[in-house]
């Protein structure tokens, strides 16, 4: 629903899970906007308001529909590959698109460097710029900004707090050698 004055209504959703309540925001047609966690609510507000503008969006408590919340429901369960079919609308600088695209291509179970990111993307100078897109991403954890590790395979800055970050990449089968993650791809 569109207001007068321009602005969107998007339903927000707190579930419960492993490692925190969840926020899961969605639009009228059923896409993912926002994800990210209740102690972190006063971030993603911020990254909404940057990207639809301060009167741009106005948030409504409710329930998000099942094409968006069964998936992630079954992801936390288990279900690894549960959150590729999520139906994501995200507003961004074309850079950050292009960022936050690359990021959905990175598999379960795998990671990627801020350099790889940068590869991937055809971009190889812009390692600071891929991290400052990783880091502006709305969309956590289907938009997999977490899959995102350091060159010497540490846990790097994610929005939701390197607890969760270790959680989830552990929760995807991402294995931890010598405090270090290393890539399934590179064992």
């Not at 529909?65 to 590729?84: F, H, R, S």
């Amino acid at each position: 629903m569109v207001e007068a004055n321009g602005s969107e209504h998007f339903t927000v959703d707190r579930v419960p899970t492993p490692i925190g309540t969840m926020l899961i925001v969605v639009d009228p047609q059923g896409r993912l906007r926002a994800l990210d966690w209740e102690d972190f609510e006063n971030r993603m507000v911020r990254l909404l308001e940057l990207h639809y503008g301060r009167e741009g969006v106005k948030l409504v408590e409710g329930r998000a529909c099942a094409a968006v919340k069964q998936p992630l429901e079954a992801y936390l369960a288990g279900e690894l590959t549960a959150l590729d079919g999520i139906p994501v609308q995200t507003f961004g600088t074309p850079f950050q698109r292009e960022v936050w695209a690359a990021l959905r291509t990175i598999p379960v179970g795998q990671t990627e460097t801020y350099g790889g990111l940068a590869l991937k993307i055809g971009r190889p100078k812009a390692v600071r710029a891929v991290g400052a897109a990783n880091g502006a991403n709305p969309i956590g954890v289907v938009v997999p900004c977490h899959r995102v590790i350091g060159t010497d395979g540490s846990l790097t800055g994610y929005g939701g707090g390197l607890e969760r970050k270790r959680w989830l990449l552990a929760h995807e089968g991402v294995e931890l050698e010598r405090g270090l993650f290393t890539r399934r791809d590179q064992q």
